[in-house]
């Protein structure tokens, strides 16, 4: 009885979606993937630097699958994962041959790590030119599992109460000048936060830490002021600190530049303690950083790297080793053990590689006598 | 970290009223469209939400789910489904009865309209407000939803169900949509 109600509004829906697509319809093609028109009518107030069309963004039409159209279909899948790959860890990549492209193009699925390399890759690469071609890049979140959809969703939720938190310690800190006693405040409000947090969603996952989402990115201004206190902290510290190298990016975005002071937030007490150097560095540097010139800066990073090298070296003398030494290439973790397990193998046969050619040269070498030259 | 934004609070502030004034002065749908969205988009960001919240952008949202264009309430339920992910703007949703205006969202003919109203349902889902949010009609609703060849429909209905749902909750539902007590709820009408 049931089944005929139901089979007989999704019938009557049918006929209309071919006019209107509806939820209910089994199509390939989601309305999302088009391309809207730009709003041309708006006026100067509220007219952005890009014009866009009117729509409105929710975490729904976000995902970390990003669905790449026009690409050109001369062979430039490597070029093209090559510049995703700026924007983040791609977990998974393929070209969709089954989805209707236009004639000459390919159409490709990229599946990001973590949402916001897709949403800055999305910036970065949509209506922009390849090879050619005009690239138009969505959102394709009807690629997600339901754990995937479910993980999001409490991602994005833990983001933004933590995020209003920390606005709300803002505001704390603006009012009183004492930095001790918010702290203690933000202790107390914070934990009871958590608990609630815990209760409401039974399901979970302590374990996975805002996979999607960075807690509050710092500004560029702010992120200069932790790399100069960086540059200021002990070597030691700062090699342990920074593992992967803390050279600029180039998209000038700040994904992965999040320092850990903000990462470490269950941590209340070193938190504390943290937040408050960090206010105090603030006070100190900000003026003096916001008109630094690039050429400081740029001597600044010379300086820093210098002392990297310095502190390999000095690292390598211990060892009963006569002789400059290079400097060993830098453990990257690239976030996944597969990755790891890649990487690790890739150096190895890059060792064995080299050290080859060292040997050989010298068996060639040692039975031939040199031949008088001529002159 | 006040850097991440460009403009100081009372800036932002005074952006915002600005849009809410001119979405309420002008008598251009067009214009008022993209007020709604943009301030639909504003509520994305978590800095914006205070002011928002001032301004009683939620209840202009509210107002907007019983407008008879359809962006206006997609962009309003839109714009709900952002703000709801705060506890603050949540509850103030919550205090204005927001409920049976999202449930009624669940009807429409638009995909992004009922997938909004489904997270925002999620996000208003409190110990207090349960039996509201998970009524056995929207349950049923979920049911439906979760057997559509819709994948994003499917797995946002799954979440739901599975999530904010007890299985009692579920197996009822089951129950009465075989009977003869099938609620309507999610069922959009004909267009004529």
Known sequence: ?375 | MAGKSHFSASDRFEYLQGLVTEFQDTDSEEAKEQVLANLANFAYDPSNMEALRLLQVTELFLDMLTEENENFVEFGIGGLCNLSMERESRDQILQSSGVPLVISCLSSNRDETVLSAITTLMNLTTAASRSETTDSAVVQCMLRFSLTQNPRLRNLASVFLEDYCTQQQVDRAREEMQGQSQSAVGIPLPKD
């Open chain 1, 1 to 375: 009885m049931s089944r005929l109600l139901w089979s007989l509004t999704s019938l009557h829906k049918m006929d209309r979606s071919v006019a209107n697509p509806s939820v209910w319809d089994t199509q390939q093609l989601y309305k999302h993937h088009e391309q809207r028109t730009v709003a041309q009518t708006r006026p100067k107030y509220r007219e952005g630097r890009r014009l866009k069309a009117v729509k409105v963004y929710t975490i729904n039409l976000e995902s970390r699958f990003l669905l790449v159209q026009g690409v050109p279909a001369i062979g430039v899948m490597t070029e093209l994962v090559q510049l995703f790959a700026l924007y983040g860890v791609i977990e998974e990549y393929r070209a969709l041959d089954e989805y209707p492209a236009e004639q000459f193009t390919e159409v490709y699925l990229f599946q990001f790590k973590k949402l916001t390399s897709a949403r800055v890759a999305k910036r970065h690469t949509d209506e922009k030119s390849f090879f050619g071609g005009q690239l138009h890049v969505c959102y394709a979140p009807e690629y997600e599992t339901v754990e995937e959809t479910r993980q999001k969703l409490q991602d994005r939720r833990r983001y933004v109460n933590r995020a209003s938190q920390n606005t709300a310690k803002q505001h704390n800190l603006q009012l009183e000048e004492n930095t001790v006693s918010s702290c203690t405040k933000t202790q107390t409000s914070a934990a009871p936060e958590i608990q609630k947090g815990s209760e409401k969603a039974r399901m979970e996952n302590v374990n996975r830490d805002d996979m999607g989402f960075s807690v509050l990115p710092l500004a560029p201004e702010d992120d200069v002021s932790y790399r100069l206190h960086g540059f200021e902290q002990p070597l030691q510290l700062q090699w342990t600190t920074d593992t992967t190298l803390p050279t600029e990016d180039k998209m000038g975005s700040l994904h992965n530049a999040i320092p850990p002071v903000t990462e470490k937030e269950t941590k209340q007490s070193a938190s504390c303690k943290k937040e408050r150097d960090f206010i105090k560095r603030q006070k100190n540097l900000s003026p003096s950083i916001r008109f630094m010139p690039r050429t400081t800066h740029l001597e600044s990073r010379k300086r820093k790297l210098e002392g990297q090298a310095f502190f390999l070296n000095e690292a390598a003398e211990t060892e009963t080793l006569i002789g400059p030494k290079l400097p060993e290439l830098p453990k990257v973790d690239m976030e996944d053990h597969s990755l790891n397990v890649t990487a690790s193998l890739i150096r190895q046969t890059m060792s064995k590689v080299t050290s080859v050619p060292e040997i050989k040269p010298v068996q060639v070498k040692t039975p031939t006598v040199k031949p008088r030259r001529r002159i």
